[in-house]
Antibody, heavy 122, light 107 residues
Framework: QVQLVESGGNLVKPGGSLRLSCAAS????????MSWIRQAPGKGLEWVSY????????HYADSVKGRFTISRDNAKNSLYLQMNSLRAEDTAVYYC???????????????WGQGTTVTVSS | DIQMTQSPSSVSASVGDRVTITCRAS??????LAWYQQKPGKAPKLLIY???GLQSGVPSRFSGSGSGTDFTLTISSLQPEDCATYYC?????????FGGGTKVEIK
């Protein structure tokens, strides 16, 4: 079935780094645009980053620009988020999600992973 | 950045009641809006796309309307399984932004 599975979340000290992965299955990953979205404990959803199917278009939230890098490997059906210079405020559950009908973002994100937890604390 | 403002932040209603959630964009976004439902400990689920399109598999008691800056999500007859937090999200321009959420509870 269509599925996204995140991994890589962990406890890390401020200033540290972490790499999140999102493994896709059940669909042609290379056709879809993907996003990372996070949710701090008890808070709402915050979009983090976006990548088009061919890596041509990439966007970041201002809160992570210059510290996080999104990438994908279509041969491995995988999406990544390299997180550097981590701060306490990056503590959150991180979800990957796919755009339903790229390149039409108004159709929303129809498949989400279960999330992976990143905790930044000394 | 486009700010998305949802109201109310929480609502308590009885089973069978009609529930309406509003979402206002800080600038016009045409129909580039989606609605999501999130239950505790779970990932968000897409309910409505392009402001009024019902996502496949979503019960018909859910509906969306609006364009420009003002949007509405309506649950026509609240069911116990609808207890959740609902978020709007604009897809008009980057950065993508979500509303603050509306928590729906059964009275």
């Amino acid at each position: 079935q269509v599925q996204l599975v995140e991994s890589g979340g962990n406890l890390v000290k401020p200033g540290g780094s972490l790499r999140l992965s999102c493994a896709a299955s059940g669909f042609t990953f290379s056709d879809y645009y993907m996003s990372w979205i996070r949710q701090a404990p008890g808070k709402g959803l915050e979009w983090v980053s976006y990548i088009s199917s061919s890596n041509f278009t990439i966007h970041y939230a201002d809160s992570v620009k210059g510290r996080f890098t999104i990438s994908r490997d279509n041969a491995k059906n995988s999406l990544y988020l390299q997180m550097n210079s981590l701060r306490a405020e990056d503590t959150a559950v991180y979800y990957c999600a796919r755009d339903q009908f790229p390149p039409n973002p108004e159709y929303g994100m129809d498949v989400w992973g279960q999330g992976t937890t990143v905790t930044v604390s000394s | 950045d486009i700010q998305m403002t949802q109201s109310p932040s929480s609502v308590s209603a009885s089973v069978g009641d009609r529930v309406t959630i509003t979402c206002r964009a800080s600038q016009g976004i045409s129909s580039w809006l989606a609605w999501y439902q999130q239950k505790p400990g779970k990932a968000p689920k897409l309910l409505i796309y392009a402001a009024s399109g019902l996502q496949s598999g979503v019960p018909s008691r859910f509906s969306g309307s609006g364009s420009g800056t003002d949007f509405t999500l309506t649950i026509s007859s609240l069911q116990p399984e609808d207890c959740a937090t609902y978020y709007c999200q604009q897809a008009h321009s980057f950065p993508l932004t979500f509303g603050g959420g509306t928590k729906v509870e059964i009275k």
